[in-house]
Nanobody, 125 residues
């Protein structure tokens, strides 16, 4: 089993920054993608960013591209999401997820096997 724990959420004013972390424990995959998703109240879970284990394949949602940066530290089995120029519409619970590298499209939540509990990000205007 793989356990994922997010941290780093909080309250920030528009234009500010936050850095989210996701630490993985247990038996991790040899080849996998790690992803960030978010879900606001009353809305569907939305893809934010994903990164391969090697770090060589990175994907962003158009809504965050240029503002958010996903990165990973393989030695720590941890990924990060640096969020800059935050907007009120970024307000959501942010979830970390993991999937096998070849088990479907990286953009779809349904293809991910493991999920963290989520961390709240609130951006005030």
């Amino acid at each position: 089993q793989v356990q994922l724990v997010e941290s780093g959420g909080g309250l920030v004013q528009a234009g500010g920054s936050l850095r989210l972390s996701c630490a993985a424990s247990g038996r991790t995959f040899s080849s996998y993608f790690m992803g960030w998703f978010r879900q606001a109240p009353g809305k569907e879970r939305e893809f934010v960013a994903a990164i391969s284990r090697s770090g060589g394949n990175i994907y962003y949602a158009d809504s965050v591209k240029g503002r958010f940066t996903i990165s990973g530290d393989n030695a720590k089995n941890t990924i990060y999401l640096q969020m800059n120029s935050l907007k009120p519409e970024d307000t959501a619970v942010y979830y970390c997820a993991a999937k096998r590298a070849y088990s479907g499209n990286n953009y779809y939540a349904q293809n991910y096997d493991y999920w963290g509990q989520g961390t709240q990000v609130t951006v005030s205007s």
